[in-house]
């Protein structure tokens, strides 16, 4: 007498299932660790002064994108 057995195939369908749903988990953390180290980055050029940022070679018009780049590492 032959069995089939299915079980192998659900089991397949549950590791891709929780496969993605951990991926989605860890960009989720990737995106929140980088919206924290550009919110920093900007926080903490923006309470320097003009002349301080003038002596970094910065303007206080560029930080949004010094900010964005110290985050993400592109321009936006």
């Known amino acids: 007498m032959a069995y089939y ?3 192998a195939q659900r089991s397949d369908l549950v590791e891709r299932l929780l496969g993605s749903v951990a991926h989605a988990f860890e960009a989720a953390a990737e995106r929140r660790a980088k919206q924290r180290i550009y919110r920093s ?4 050029l923006n ?3 003009n002349r ?3 002596d970094l ?3 206080r018009s560029e930080l949004k994108r ?6 993400y590492g592109t321009a936006a």
């Open 52 to 54: 301080e940022l003038a």
């Open 5 to 7: 057995n299915n079980v």
């Open 41 to 44: 980055t900007f926080n903490e």
């Open 66 to 71: 010094v900010a964005w780049e110290s985050a």
């Open 57 to 59: 070679g910065l303007h």
């Open 47 to 49: 309470v320097l002064s």
